[in-house]
């Protein structure tokens, strides 16, 4: 029976450890005594648990390693799909761009860049109010002095704001 149980600790700890932690010892009682079912014989597992806790550290720092991997994996296919996006968007408006005559090539010019300067307005105002409350004690106004409506319409695939 003790020789299954010191058998069976010994197969646990060689099936979970790389290294040899175990340290099996006898006691000098045990030695001139081998035959007494009374008497046990101590195993000592020096570093067992030193062992199996630094086996689990190391398999969740894997663990973590491999998630931070397939993070920046997914990261780096929806960096590329944006990136395919916007020059599938592009070629779309060179190519209607090109459809035009030129009278109306001169006019949608003229119209992306009034929309350009909007949008800079807006930026720059935007800007200037986060200044404003960052810098000041007081709560920023709910509105603006400068309200702007914008529309925007979808018209042949382009979006248009008026």
Known sequence: MKFTRCLSVIAVVSCLSANSVAA???????????????????????GFFDSLQQTIQTIQQVGGIIQQHNQQQELEEARRRASEQERLEAERRQRYFESLSPQEQKAYME???????QRDTAALLF???????????EPAPAS????YDVECKTVDGLTRCD
């Not at 119209?111 to 300067?117: D, N």
């Not at 603006?144 to 309200?147: A, G």
């Open 24 to 46: 099996i010892a006898k006691t000098p009682e045990s030695e001139n005594s081998s035959t007494s079912a009374a008497k046990t014989e101590p195993i000592f597992v020096a």
């Open 111 to 117: 119209e992306q860049r009034a929309l350009q300067a």
């Open 127 to 137: 800007m200037m109010t986060l200044f404003s409350a960052v810098s000041s004690d």
């Open 144 to 147: 603006s002095q400068y309200d």
